[in-house]
C-alpha cells in the first residue's frame, strides 16, 4: 500500500532545511521570508513538495537527470540487492554491475573500447582531461597538451571542469584557472557571428581550425565539446558542423572528447547525442541519465587505442593512468545503471523520446507563433529550448528577471521548468525544457499550456 507523506516530519525537515543546508545556486537572502522548497515525494514525472503540492517536471529533477522517472522500484531493489551483498571495493578490484554495465554500454558505443568510473559529470571530465596530458607527457614531450573548449558550453563545476567552460558568470570569481585550456566560438546559428551566411556551421567549425592554428597544431591535444550545449542555451549543432570538426580533429591529431553528462542515455532520442551525426569520438563522458539519479555514477569512456596507451612496460612507474576516484568503487552507481538500461530498452524509451520530442518541438513551434517573445525554438528529443527576446528583428535578449518571472508563474502553476540561470553576461534567456523519457503527450501539453499561460500574463 503506497505510504503517504508524514506531515510533522515534513514540518521537521523544513524547518531543519531551513537552518541548516546551503543550497546550490541559490541567494539564501530570499529565503529569510520564506523557507526553500523541500521535496518529499515522485513518481512518475510528478513530485511533491512538503506542503503537499504536486508539480510536474519538466527538468527532470531540475538537472536533466531523471530520464526514466520518480519511483522506480526496480531500480531501488537492484541497489538494496547489491548493497548487502557487496557494496563498496576500490576499482583496483572490479565489481559485478561495474563489469556487467560496462559491458553493457559499450555494445550501445561502438568503436569505444573502455569505461573508467568515477562519481559525477565534473571528475568524468577530470579524468579525460588528465588522460590527454598524460598522453601529451608520454608521447609528445609535454607539449600537445592544450585542451579547447567551446564559448557557451559547459563541463562542470571543479576549478578545471570551469577551465574548460564557457559561460562568464559561471567562472567569474573562481580564478586563477588551470592553464592551457584555449576558446573557441559557438555554433549558435541564431546568434550568428557573421550575420546570415550559407553554410554556417561549416564556417563555425573552421573557427576551431584557426585557433589550432594559432596555437600551433604540436601544441593543441584535445577538444571538449557537448553534442548539443545543453545549460549554454540548448543549442542544437548546425548543419555540417560535426563532420567538419571531426575532419579537422583527424588532420590535426587532436583527440574528441564527447561530453553526453546531459544528452547521454536517451535524451535526444538515441542513445548518445554524437550519434545523431555520424562521428567517432576519442573519448566519451557521462553521469545524470546514466542511472537518472537513483545511485550517482560517472563513466569515462575512451577507445581502445587511448586505453593501449597506457599499458607497456610495467617497470615504468608513470607509464600507467595514476587516477582513483573512491566512490568509483561503489557498486550502488552499476547496479543502478543496469537496471535503468533495462527499462529504458524495454520500454522503449529511445523511441518515445525521438515520437514525442518531435510533438514537443511542434507545440513550441506553435507558441512561438502566439507570443512574440519567442524569438528561436530549438532542441531534439525531449530536451528543447526557448530563447527569449525583447524585439525579433533586434533579437535583443529579454532580461533574466523575466525569464524568471516565466519560471516562478509556471512553478505557481505545478509546472517546474528550467531556465539558463546566472551564466551569461547578456544570454541567460533561454527556457530549457527536459522532462522525463516517458513523457506522454498529455504531459508535452500540460508544459505547453503552463508557458502559454506565462506568456499571456507576463508583459515586457
Known amino acids: 500500500m503506497h505510504k503517504q507523506p508524514d506531515g510533522n516530519n515534513n514540518i521537521t525537515a523544513v524547518a531543519a532545511d531551513h537552518e541548516n543546508v546551503w543550497h ?243 535524451r535526444t532520442g538515441k542513445w548518445f547525442g554524437y550519434q545523431h551525426y555520424d562521428i567517432q569520438p576519442d573519448i566519451v563522458t557521462m553521469a545524470k541519465g546514466v542511472a537518472s539519479g537513483y545511485a550517482a555514477i560517472s563513466c569515462t569512456v575512451t577507445t581502445e587505442e587511448i586505453f593501449d596507451i597506457f599499458k607497456g612496460d610495467t617497470t615504468d612507474r608513470m607509464g600507467y593512468f595514476r587516477d582513483v576516484s573512491t566512490y568509483g568503487g561503489c557498486a550502488a552507481g552499476p547496479a543502478a545503471a543496469l537496471e535503468n538500461m533495462r527499462i529504458i530498452e524495454e520500454e522503449n524509451l529511445l523511441q518515445n523520446a525521438t515520437v514525442q520530442g518531435a510533438y514537443f518541438n511542434q507545440r513550441l513551434h506553435e507558441l512561438k507563433h502566439k507570443h512574440q517573445v519567442i524569438g528561436d525554438v530549438r532542441g531534439m528529443g525531449l530536451f528543447q529550448g526557448l530563447e527569449l527576446v525583447i524585439d525579433r528583428d533586434s533579437k535583443q535578449p529579454v532580461e533574466e528577471s523575466y525569464v524568471m518571472q516565466v519560471a516562478a508563474h509556471c512553478l505557481a502553476n505545478g509546472v517546474l521548468i528550467g531556465r539558463t540561470n546566472r551564466s551569461f553576461r547578456e544570454f541567460n534567456n533561454t527556457i530549457a525544457l527536459s522532462p522525463a523519457l516517458i513523457a506522454t503527450r498529455d504531459d508535452i501539453d500540460e508544459i505547453v499550456d503552463a508557458l502559454d499561460a506565462a506568456f499571456a500574463e507576463i508583459k515586457l
Open 24 to 266: 546550490h545556486l541559490s541567494n539564501h537572502s530570499a529565503y529569510e521570508e520564506m523557507a526553500p522548497m523541500v521535496i518529499v515525494e515522485g513518481s512518475g514525472l510528478r513530485v511533491t513538495d512538503a506542503n503537499g503540492k504536486k508539480y510536474l517536471d519538466a527538468v527532470s529533477g531540475g538537472l536533466w537527470t531523471v530520464n526514466v522517472g520518480y519511483g522506480r522500484e526496480r531500480i531501488a531493489r537492484a541497489v538494496y540487492d547489491q548493497l548487502l551483498k557487496m557494496h563498496f571495493f576500490s576499482q583496483t578490484a572490479g565489481n559485478v554491475p561495474a563489469a556487467l554495465f560496462a559491458e553493457k554500454l559499450l555494445q550501445k558505443m561502438p568503436g569505444m573500447g573502455r569505461v573508467y568510473y568515477s562519481n559525477s559529470g565534473s571528475e568524468a571530465n577530470e579524468k579525460a582531461y588528465k588522460l590527454v596530458r598524460q598522453i601529451a607527457a608520454k608521447k609528445y614531450n609535454g607539449k600537445k597538451h592544450k585542451i579547447l573548449f567551446r564559448e557557451r558550453d559547459y563541463h562542470g563545476t571543479t576549478i578545471t571542469a570551469l577551465s574548460s567552460t564557457g559561460q562568464y558568470e559561471r567562472k567569474n570569481q573562481y580564478g586563477p584557472f588551470t592553464p592551457g585550456f584555449v576558446e573557441i566560438p559557438h555554433c549558435l546559428e541564431y546568434r550568428s557571428q557573421w550575420g546570415e551566411i550559407p553554410d554556417y556551421g561549416i564556417k563555425a567549425a573552421l573557427e576551431m581550425e584557426k585557433v589550432i592554428l594559432r596555437e600551433g597544431p604540436d601544441t593543441v591535444g584535445a577538444v571538449v565539446l557537448e553534442p548539443i550545449t545543453a545549460g549554454g542555451g540548448v543549442i542544437t549543432p548546425p548543419r555540417g558542423y560535426w563532420k567538419t570538426i571531426q575532419e579537422i580533429c583527424n588532420k590535426y591529431n587532436v583527440l574528441l572528447h564527447i561530453d553526453e553528462v546531459v544528452c547521454g542515455l536517451g
